[in-house]
DNA sequence: CCATCGAATAAGGTATACGGTATACGCAAA
DNA sequence: TTTGCGTATACCGTATACCTTATTCGATGG
């Protein structure tokens, strides 16, 4: 059941949406400038819930400041996403690991919510990048914990700017995504810490192996 | 040299300090109610720059929403700073060891940083805290990656409105601040990640310890 | 005294106007 | 052709007005 709550949805939300949408799917690739005037156009609204969308963005550092003028949709660099991935590394085997200590109703509801998600929809980018992201959060949702999930977010939100997501879309057909992550769910049963850490530090360093593998691809 | 900058500072980042300094300082107390309108009216200035201030603070978890009327600012209850000590358990043992693993500019980072702030005023609650959070964040900061960084600020923004701070001040003569985290500074130059990684998570444990002292006295 | 209803008030989200600053453009002089 | 200066324009931060919604208050009736 979805509980309908859209009539706490303010404009700025909804302009937040629209443009990280825009974001996400290449309509607002990366290095374009945003504007808060032509989006407040664009959008049908005024400026002001516009400003608020592109702070928020700014602060989730999807976007930067484009000097006096607008804002820029950041690009991920190779070495960028190395910290992202070095900074997953902090937070997703800790949180794991923590899970699998707990066991009971964390493990229960890693397992669960995993099931829900394997046969979520992933055809389009911003789909597999729900998808994935949602599997790993609720292994730090799990911990019931919400410094551990800003923590998360602040990683992932960010990596709504990286488009490999849709870059690996392209290549699905050596990549299962789904049961790439069920030993991410088996780990959080386990009962073992020390494996559940080793088996999450593994899925990261396998996660980065695909950007890799399609930045050694030629851009056409 | 300090480079002139104040040119760029807005209405709303002065407001976001002045509030939070309130906050900090006890002027702005637990449970306060903060409404835009009187806090422009007491600043002196419109309602624009006070709402993205209080917007700002809202997203560092500093303040909350008080159902229709306003933001009421937070305190912190046992439980939660449990959860503040169980994050930086995610984040601090892994900075520190990796900056062991690293060592050279690193750990040189973390060294010079301590030894600067060890001769830091520390005789009000804004400057203790300030300084201890100065001295972890920087064996994040000696590991360049603004994730990290983020992550940690994810639970130090809140720890603002940790009122123990002040409390622990009060309890001074049994605490010195700085010789505390000297073995935080040695654990960087080890060497050894795994001696990093074990120093830190003793010390938050301690820190933890610090504010239970002051909750078993009564309350006056 | 208590419950109900309508009016007034409080508070916030949004639209719009104003002003400041940086940038772009056009023109004239060297 | 290049450089410098003045003007126009672009863009954003802020102030203020307007509108909506929820809450409070006062009056009335049972």
């Not at 020390?194 to 360093?205: G, Y």
Request: glycine content about 6%; hydrophobic content about 45%; some cysteine.
């Amino acid at each position: 059941m979805k509980k309908i709550e859209f009539a706490r949805e303010t404009l700025a939300d909804a302009a937040y949406a629209q443009i990280a949408e825009g974001i996400l799917t290449h309509d607002l690739g990366p290095g374009a400038r945003l504007l808060m005037d032509d989006l407040a156009a664009r959008l049908g609204i005024s400026r002001t819930p516009v400003r608020e969308a592109l702070h928020r963005l700014e602060m989730e550092r999807v976007i930067e400041p484009g000097g006096r003028r607008g804002y820029i949709v950041r690009e991920l660099t190779d070495a960028e996403l190395d910290k992202q991935y070095a900074a997953r590394g902090a937070i997703e085997p800790f949180a794991l690991a923590e899970v699998a200590r707990r066991g009971g109703a964390a493990a229960k509801y890693v397992r669960s919510t995993f099931e829900e998600l394997v046969s979520a929809p992933q055809t389009t980018a911003m789909e597999v990048f729900l998808v994935n992201k949602a599997i790993h959060r609720c292994t730090v949702e799990a911990l019931d914990n919400e410094y551990l999930l800003s923590m998360f977010d602040v990683i992932w939100q960010t990596a709504m700017a990286a488009h490999v997501w849709a870059d690996i879309l392209e290549s699905r057909s050596s990549v299962d995504f789904p049961e790439m992550h069920r030993p991410i769910v088996e780990a959080a049963e386990s009962g073992d810490p020390e494996l559940a850490s080793k088996v999450a530090r593994e899925h990261i360093l396998a996660g980065r192996g695909l950007h890799s593998i399609h930045s050694a691809q030629p851009v056409v």
